[in-house]
């Protein structure tokens, strides 16, 4: 008794078919999905800048707003210690008219502090791409320096400093005097 006949088929006539994408447009795929890595990485980062960038700004802007209360009640502080300082040397109207001009001067000095900033000094390749960041944010108090050395970035407190002129404030003051000691 003889079997059955086995027929095979052959399958290797359908392994000479083209693939589906070609190793050319494989490559482009995979340079364009580190591209787009790379876009997004970017972005993230920008919005990380951008997020640190305005919370400094912000805390710069309560700070001024802090010290620029804590002056303005110091220097109230000052009246009653100028008060008794006064006190035997002039007479009333004299003494507050001379108290007032402190504070006011002193008021004044306060208001020539410089306000605090931050100063980024970079290279130029960061330069740009943090001046663009920080106009699109519209903040002021940091500024961008790209004189630094390439890739580096460091940051600098600025400010706080009260200037002024002793001679001509000594001057301003002994004529004030001069002037209450006339009238009365």
Known sequence: MMGAVLQLE???????????????????????????????????RADRLCEMLAGLSASLETGRALRAQSQAEQIRALAPLLDALFDQLLPAVARIRLRDAVLAQLAELAGTVSPLGVRIRCGADTGAFLSAKLARLGLSAVQVDDTGTEGSVEAEMTGGEILWDEAALATQLRRLIEEMMETD
Not at 11 to 26: C, G, M, N, T
Request: glycine share 6%; aromatic share 8%.
């Open 10 to 44: 052959r399958f290797d006539r359908d392994a000479l078919v083209s693939p589906v994408f070609r190793q050319a447009e494989l490559d482009a795929a995979f340079a364009e999905g580190v591209a787009e890595g790379l876009r997004r990485a970017e972005t993230q």
